[in-house]
């Protein structure tokens, strides 16, 4: 499994900013189609936000003009930038890579992060 590294998360008051960081340390001749995903506690995982290694992206709804989603050139690291957060945002935070170039050795495992937790204080 290629791991995933994650790193930026911590607890803020509402409107308050976090950065999530999300770096594929494996096979990093694959390049990755990356998104994160959110699970509260009593709640499933939900997607949160991707992006594909040709730039283009989506955001769920609740997060939309708040949340920011890149990727290095390297197409190995995703960051997530959380612009005025809300209480509900609290969550853990997980990535998740997809490799693109699957004909590659190495190169045909999906793969996730081990969570990482953003709680936002009212």
């Known amino acids: 499994r290629v791991p995933l590294v994650e790193s930026g998360g911590g607890s803020v008051q509402a409107g308050g900013s976090l950065r999530l960081s999300c770096v594929v340390t494996?096979?990093?001749?694959?390049?990755?189609?990356m998104s994160w995903y959110r699970q509260a506690p009593g709640k499933e995982r939900e997607f949160v936000s991707g992006?594909?290694?040709?730039?283009?992206?989506n955001y769920t709804d609740s997060v939309k003009g708040r949340f920011t989603i890149s990727q290095d050139n390297a197409k190995i690291t995703a960051y997530l930038q959380m612009d005025s957060l809300k209480p509900d945002d609290t969550a853990m935070y997980y990535c998740?890579?997809?490799?693109?170039?699957?004909?590659?050795?190495?190169?045909?495992?999906?793969?996730w992060g081990q969570g990482i937790q953003v709680t936002v204080s009212s």
């Open positions: 992006i594909s290694t040709d730039g283009s992206t």
């Open positions: 494996g096979y990093t001749d694959c390049y990755y189609d």
């Open positions: 998740k890579s997809v490799p693109v170039r699957r004909h590659l050795s190495g190169c045909d495992v999906d793969a």
